[in-house]
């Protein structure tokens, strides 16, 4: 007679073998045709992340359980860090690592609304939003060509007396100068969140050792989007190499409580009724003490599935991410007479998230009018996120008033990358066809590479 636990295994695996079977029918990648759609980013993904989706589902457990202690323990493996909190999203990840910081726990060192915060206007609004929203200012710089990163000749100029942090994000997977910015905030005793979101699996050479972004810091955050390095749908995390900061981190990440037990468990401190809490009875069941005003970012446990099968993968979609985006650079290095071309920082090894272009002033074309015409060749383009973040119409207010904000500098290059820079795709689903065909079509556009005559829409 089968038992009730062999017959539950049975099951399970008979479903998981139809999802596989309807998944090489229906999910069977197709070769590409010359003039295909060729997108910016997009999943990659094989029988194992379908296996542990259905396998994940089957549990109906839903919220954080097995699989989302497993990816939390994978990731902080992969990157050498102690502690790990999946998320929802990288918006998430950014808010709860920035709030963590405003935590009374931290005591003089814990942002206050005025106190400020150095970051950059020109990347995705996320990094900036949280900075916003709970009321600190945010100081802008503005970025160097042709990385793409901070301006890190502007730190001491933009510091005050209420500057408490920096936050920032590697852009497009190109890291930022770890090495300058975090002497300066050693010295100035600030925080460091680093916005790992676009490039996961970056490294720097720190101190004369490489480490991965993300790590360097106070605190990092990565995103899980579909576009990303990896994925599991939608998704974040934030990480950390201190304990009192995790622990931080997951009581925003959990509604802002206290208590640290995961979904499904009780009293793991022993001490669940034996707490003295703010002018709460002795006693108070510790799972309904908040410490915090926080949040529910918490992912589910079928992203979290997903995630551990993605980041095995993970090595190999940073090589292939690295590999096109060098047979780009390669192929298009002789337009430097058209575009500022893309370098990666002194003393990194990128992720690269995409292959940015900059059409230099003064030429005979406009990032729009190249834009149009790769899009109709069905070849998908970017901004470079927001442009400059102060235009954008969320600043309307805040611009009118010349409030709320500082800017340190000029925002020349930003300006610049707002009204000349796109971008397009290096993700691991390209292969050489695809990338031919991109060159093919940005070669041809220019009037020099095309006989004189430059095609139009």
Same mark, same amino acid.
């Given at each position: 007679?089968?038992?009730?636990?062999?017959?539950?295994?049975?099951?399970?695996?008979?479903?998981?073998?139809?999802?596989?079977?309807?998944?090489?029918?229906?999910?069977?990648?197709?070769?590409?045709?010359?003039?295909?759609?060729?997108?910016?980013?997009? #999943?990659?993904?094989?029988?194992?992340?379908?296996?542990?989706?259905?396998?994940?589902?089957?549990?109906?457990?839903?919220?954080?359980?097995?699989?989302?202690?497993?990816?939390?323990?994978?990731?902080?493996?992969?990157?050498?860090?102690?502690?790990?909190?999946?998320?929802?999203?990288?918006?998430?990840?950014?808010?709860?690592?920035?709030?963590?910081?405003?935590?009374?726990?931290?005591?003089? #060192?814990?942002?206050?609304?005025?106190?400020?915060?150095?970051?950059?206007?020109? &990347?995705?609004?996320?990094?900036?939003?949280?900075?916003?929203?709970?009321?600190?200012?945010?100081?802008?710089?503005?970025?160097?060509?042709?990385?793409?990163?901070?301006?890190?000749?502007?730190?001491?100029?933009?510091?005050?007396?209420?500057?408490?942090?920096?936050?920032?994000?590697?852009?497009?997977?190109?890291?930022?100068?770890?090495?300058?910015?975090?002497?300066?905030?050693?010295?100035?005793?600030?925080?460091?969140?680093?916005?790992?979101?676009?490039?996961?699996?970056?490294?720097?050479?720190?101190?004369?050792?490489?480490?991965?972004?993300?790590?360097? &810091?106070?605190?990092?955050?990565?995103?899980?989007?579909?576009?990303?390095?990896?994925?599991? &749908?939608?998704?974040?995390?934030?990480?950390?190499?201190?304990?009192?900061?995790?622990?931080?981190?997951?009581?925003?990440?959990?509604?802002?409580?206290?208590?640290?037990?995961?979904?499904?468990?009780?009293?793991?401190?022993?001490?669940?009724?034996?707490?003295?809490?703010?002018?709460?009875?002795?006693?108070?069941?510790?799972?309904?003490?908040?410490?915090?005003?926080?949040?529910?970012?918490?992912?589910?446990?079928?992203?979290?599935?997903?995630?551990?099968?993605?980041?095995?993968?993970?090595?190999?979609?940073?090589?292939?991410?690295?590999?096109?985006?060098?047979?780009?650079?390669?192929?298009?290095?002789?337009?430097?007479?058209?575009?500022?071309?893309?370098?990666?920082?002194?003393?990194?090894?990128?992720?690269?998230?995409?292959?940015?272009?900059?059409?230099?002033?003064?030429?005979?074309?406009?990032?729009?009018?190249?834009?149009?015409?790769?899009?109709?060749?069905?070849?998908?383009?970017?901004?470079?996120?927001?442009?400059?973040?102060?235009?954008?119409?969320?600043?309307?207010?805040? #611009?009118?008033?010349?409030?709320?904000? #500082?800017?340190? &500098?000029?925002?020349?290059?930003?300006?610049?990358?707002?009204?000349?820079?796109?971008?397009?795709?290096?993700?691991?689903?390209?292969?050489?066809?695809?990338?031919?065909?991109?060159?093919?079509?940005?070669?041809?556009?220019?009037?020099?590479?095309?006989?004189?005559?430059?095609?139009?829409?």
């Amino acid at each position: 007679m089968v038992n009730e636990s062999t017959k539950e295994k049975e099951l399970r695996e008979k479903a998981i073998l139809a999802a596989l079977d309807h998944m090489r029918v229906y999910h069977a990648r197709k070769e590409y045709v010359y003039g295909d759609r060729i997108p910016y980013g997009g #999943r990659m993904y094989d029988e194992q992340e379908m296996r542990n989706l259905i396998d994940s589902s089957l549990d109906f457990w839903l919220t954080s359980g097995r699989y989302t202690d497993k990816f939390e323990k994978l990731l902080g493996k992969y990157l050498g860090i102690k502690y790990v909190s999946l998320v929802n999203s990288g918006s998430s990840a950014n808010l709860a690592a920035f709030m963590a910081l405003t935590s009374p726990k931290l005591g003089d #060192r814990c942002i206050m609304r005025g106190d400020e915060v150095i970051t950059v206007s020109t &990347g995705f609004p996320t990094t900036v939003t949280p900075i916003i929203q709970y009321g600190a200012t945010p100081v802008f710089l503005d970025v160097t060509l042709p990385e793409y990163n901070i301006d890190v000749n502007y730190l001491e100029e933009a510091l005050s007396e209420r500057t408490k942090a920096v936050m920032l994000a590697h852009t497009m997977g190109n890291p930022f100068d770890v090495g300058r910015i975090k002497e300066f905030c050693d010295h100035h005793n600030l925080w460091l969140i680093e916005d790992n979101c676009d490039a996961l699996g970056a490294k720097y050479n720190f101190k004369g050792e490489w480490k991965y972004t993300g790590t360097m &810091g106070d605190i990092g955050t990565s995103s899980f989007f579909p576009s990303h390095q990896m994925t599991t &749908g939608e998704g974040g995390a934030v990480y950390t190499n201190s304990r009192e900061l995790s622990h931080i981190i997951r009581s925003f990440r959990d509604w802002g409580r206290d208590c640290q037990c995961p979904p499904g468990r009780d009293n793991l401190c022993g001490k669940r009724f034996k707490h003295h809490f703010g002018e709460l009875p002795y006693g108070y069941d510790h799972k309904y003490v908040y410490s915090h005003f926080g949040y529910n970012l918490k992912a589910t446990e079928m992203q979290a599935a997903i995630g551990c099968a993605q980041i095995e993968k993970l090595p190999s979609f940073v090589g292939l991410r690295k590999r096109n985006w060098q047979y780009l650079r390669t192929a298009l290095s002789d337009l430097d007479k058209y575009f500022i071309l893309p370098e990666p920082t002194k003393n990194s090894e990128p992720s690269w998230f995409g292959f940015m272009l900059t059409v230099k002033p003064r030429v005979d074309m406009s990032r729009d009018s190249i834009v149009d015409y790769l899009e109709s060749k069905h070849i998908q383009t970017r901004m470079l996120f927001t442009g400059n973040l102060i235009k954008q119409p969320c600043f309307d207010e805040m #611009r009118k008033s010349k409030k709320g904000y #500082r800017v340190v &500098g000029e925002q020349k290059n930003a300006n610049l990358i707002m009204t000349n820079t796109f971008w397009v795709g290096v993700c691991p689903g390209l292969d050489v066809n695809h990338l031919d065909y991109i060159i093919e079509n940005i070669r041809g556009y220019i009037p020099d590479m095309n006989n004189g005559v430059k095609n139009e829409v």
